[in-house]
């Protein structure tokens, strides 16, 4: 699974005399291609006013390909007042089972999580580690968020991911930074950490876990986008965030849900629409074919919602609050389709046929949020 290498010796294996003080805490440094970083980061570490030796440095690599193990080997045992220790990984790579592995490793019983470009600024690490160090908190978050806290250099897109991110996270965990890489933590809360936790939400994982009974305070903290190296932050890991937020909060979206939705979805058109027309050339008035075709469309949609799209987390049979509940949100679609067309068609003079689409865009929106987490919310365990 992975190879370890550790010291805090000398070479000659002999512990180095300059490390006299218990450790403390250990850091966690997860890395994928980070070579130019590691000597800069260490540098600043070590360099930090704490007492040598009080804490441990874990690298734990993802088979990077630009020499990061050789660089973070390169001082092993050669600091009189660190301790580094390297963990390779030979699984698929993957930051939060990196962390988790690092934190397995750890001999401190206060982890601190951090990136290895220095976007974390690691003359914050004392104020990080603190509140947790003197167990007047759970967990201490690097914050970009509050007062005193800032993000510089980053891309105005990242930016607002990561707002955009926070703020989807904020109902779950009241956390201004939910998204943050930069935290301390008691080591054995990371235990109640999902099994099927991965990518970039550790710090959600572990807010999460501790259901609302966790001391949390956040740090503010300035970050600098990296200077060296690239993001590895992709679309992927970015929807599996989203993915997870959403089952968390209690609802579920999967791409499959989604696409049975989506099926479901244009059959109810069709038959509205077809429905409409006929009621409306067999003499009905335009109010009582509009009702009825809505009707109609809006119970075979919830039938075929229930027992297919929904189908994991739905009991099987009719349910009358359930079914009210789907047509609130449908009259609540309707009503928001018809706002976004005027505003579109008559106050941005917009041409209707254009127009449609964006206000069935945030209809269907409204629609599937609405099924997913009002009228199926999923009741297994997240
Ligand atoms: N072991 C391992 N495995 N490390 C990884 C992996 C992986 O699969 N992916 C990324 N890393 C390491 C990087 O080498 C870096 O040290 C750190 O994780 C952050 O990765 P970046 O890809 O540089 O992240 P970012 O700069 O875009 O920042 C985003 O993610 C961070 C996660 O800690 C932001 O959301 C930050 O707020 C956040 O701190």
């Excluded at 959600?204 to 305070?217: D, F, I, P, S, T």
Aim: with cysteine; glycine share 8%; proline share 5%.
């Amino acid at each position: 699974f992975l190879s370890l290498r550790s010291s805090s010796s000398t070479s000659s294996g002999l512990p180095d005399p300059a490390i006299t003080s218990a450790l403390q805490f250990s850091v966690v440094v997860p890395t994928l291609n980070e070579a130019d970083n590691i000597d800069p980061l260490l540098t600043r570490l070590s360099a930090l006013d704490l007492p040598a030796g009080s804490f441990e440095v874990i690298f734990v690599d993802d088979g990077s390909s630009d020499g990061t193990p050789e660089k973070v080997r390169a001082w092993e045992g050669h600091h009189s007042r660190l301790r580094v220790r390297l963990l390779e990984r030979r699984e698929k790579p993957d930051l939060t089972r990196s962390i988790l592995a690092g934190v397995a490793l750890a001999r401190g019983d206060v982890i601190v999580v951090m990136d290895a470009d220095l976007s974390h600024p690691p003359e914050r690490l004392p104020a990080l580690v603190a509140p947790v160090l003197n167990r007047s908190h759970d967990v201490a978050v690097g914050s970009r968020y509050v007062p005193g806290g800032s993000t510089v250099g980053w891309p105005l897109h990242r930016q607002w991911l990561s707002r955009i991110g926070g703020w989807l996270a904020r109902p779950l965990c009241d956390v201004n930074d939910a998204t943050s890489g930069f935290f301390s933590f008691r080591r054995e809360l990371s235990s109640a950490i999902a099994e099927r936790a991965r990518g970039y939400k550790i710090l959600l994982e572990l807010l999460m876990a501790g259901q609302g009974k966790l001391r949390v305070v956040e740090v503010p903290i300035c970050f600098h986008d990296r200077t060296r190296g690239t993001s590895k932050l992709s679309f992927f890991h970015q929807w599996t965030y989203l993915q997870r937020l959403m089952t968390l909060a209690g609802g579920t979206v999967s791409v499959g849900t989604a696409s049975r939705f989506a099926a479901v979805g244009l059959i109810g058109v069709a038959v509205d629409a077809l429905l409409f027309q006929w009621l409306m050339s067999s003499g009905a008035g335009l109010a009582l074919a509009h009702i009825m075709s809505f009707f109609a469309a809006a119970a075979m949609n919830y039938s075929l919602n229930s027992k297919w799209s929904f189908r994991r987390h739905h009991e099987g049979y009719l349910r009358w609050d359930q079914f009210g509940r789907f047509l609130t949100v449908g009259v609540f679609a309707l009503l928001m389709r018809g706002g976004v067309l005027a505003l579109l068609v008559y106050g941005l003079h917009v041409p209707s046929f254009l127009a449609i689409f964006p206000a069935i865009a945030a209809t269907a929106a409204i629609n599937y949020f609405g099924s997913a987490f009002y009228v199926f919310p999923d009741k297994r365990n997240p």
